[in-house]
């Protein structure tokens, strides 16, 4: 049974940082991309980031570009999530994915495998 547990989330000021982690458990998950989707209050769920199976390639959303770093440690079938100068707007649920693939892509429908979520506020 596939199983990811993000862990990582709280209360942050504006301007702070935040890592997310995402254990990853009943497959092999170093043949797959991995990423990071978000949902704030009243929102439709949107792309964060994503990762290549090896490690080689990211890609952003715009609006998080600079600021955050996806990650990963396939040895510890591990994503990382690392939020830095963090704004009001990155208040969301964080959900962990894994894709169908071994390339990143932004496309929701591409992700098999979705975490529970970890939340993540940034008080003003």
């Known amino acids: 049974q596939v199983q990811l547990v993000e862990s990582g989330g709280g209360l942050v000021q504006a301007g702070g940082s935040l890592r997310l982690s995402c254990a990853a458990s009943?497959?092999?998950?170093?043949?797959?991309?991995m990423g990071w989707f978000r949902q704030a209050p009243g929102k439709e769920r949107e792309f964060v980031a994503t990762?290549?199976?090896?490690?080689?390639?990211?890609y952003y959303a715009d609006s998080v570009k600079g600021r955050f770093t996806i990650s990963r440690d396939n040895a510890k079938n591990t994503v990382y999530l690392q939020m830095n100068s963090l704004k009001p707007e990155d208040t969301a649920v964080y959900y962990c994915?894994?894709?169908?693939?071994?390339?990143?892509?932004?496309?929701?429908?591409?992700?098999?495998?979705w975490g529970q979520g970890t939340q993540v506020t940034v008080s003003s």
């Open positions: 994915v894994v894709s169908q693939y071994s390339g990143t892509s932004y496309r929701t429908g591409e992700y098999t495998y």
């Open positions: 009943g497959r092999t998950f170093s043949m797959y991309a």
């Open positions: 990762i290549s199976r090896g490690g080689t390639a990211t």
